[in-house]
């Protein structure tokens, strides 16, 4: 069966140090992965997603970067943290093409939640 | 702007008694989907309808989609203390790649 690993599960980091949080997905190949980023008590905001290796859309114009180095590998990346950047990073992944993401459920990781002090 | 909106943002119940929670949207879509998270975890995915059905079961969740309101709701009947956590209406469409999510609505079911 399928299974997606995030971590870690909480981060603390001070403004302006840098940041790599990482997703691994197991036991599909070619999945679609997305970032996303949830404010406390309010809903996912699509930040990233990528359709394969090296191939990466961005949603919000930020200091945040995605990577995907490997087929089953996701990495959300900062230089320089700004406190706005707190918040939940969720990744998730798909067996659909973005295009058609509605038609089938996302699989969420455990998030990891990012304080910036 | 959120394309979806749960109604109402938090719901209080007593183990046993049903609990119904109501998203609107605003645009066309192509499908609706409802997830649940637990605190602080991900999302899980509990049903997917798509705009030609009007509704669908799975379990002890019913799930109903009005395209002509625009509306959606979820019913979780006869709950359990277990049901505990945030509900998340998402919507699809063929002109968007994206899911756009709603930002919740907390249940609360007291043992």
């Known amino acids: 069966s399928q299974t997606i690993h995030q971590w870690p599960a909480t981060l603390v980091q001070p403004v302006g140090s840098p940041l790599s949080l990482e997703c691994t997905v197991e036991?599909?190949?070619?999945?679609?992965l997305y970032w996303y980023r949830q404010a406390a008590g309010r809903g996912l905001q699509l930040l990233f997603y990528s359709v394969g290796i090296g191939q990466i859309s961005s949603e919000v114009p930020q200091n945040l970067s995605a990577s995907r180095p490997q087929d089953r590998q996701f990495i959300l990346s900062s230089k320089k943290l700004l406190l706005s950047d707190s918040g939940f990073y969720l990744c998730?992944?798909?067996?659909?093409?973005?295009?058609?993401?509605?038609?089938?459920?996302?699989?969420f990781g455990n998030g990891t939640r990012l304080t910036v002090t | 702007s959120q394309q979806g909106e749960e109604d109402p943002q938090a719901l209080s119940i007593q183990e046993g008694e049903n609990a119904t929670m109501n998203c609107s949207y605003k645009?066309?879509?192509?499908?609706l989907q409802w997830y649940r998270q637990n605190s602080g975890r991900g999302l899980v995915h509990l049903i997917l309808?798509?705009?030609?059905?009007r509704e669908k079961h799975s379990g002890r969740l019913r799930v109903t989609l009005d395209t002509s309101k625009k509306s959606s709701s979820l019913l979780i009947t006869a709950s359990r203390a277990a049901d505990t956590a945030s509900y998340f209406c998402?919507?699809?469409?063929?002109?968007?790649?994206?899911?756009?999510f709603g930002s919740g609505t907390r249940l609360l079911v007291r043992p």
């Open positions: 645009t066309s879509i192509n499908n």
């Open positions: 309808i798509r705009s030609n059905e």
């Open positions: 998730a992944w798909s067996a659909i093409r973005p295009e058609r993401a509605w038609r089938s459920p996302l699989h």
């Open positions: 998402a919507t699809g469409m063929d002109s968007s790649y994206k899911l756009i």
């Open positions: 036991g599909t190949s070619n999945p679609n």
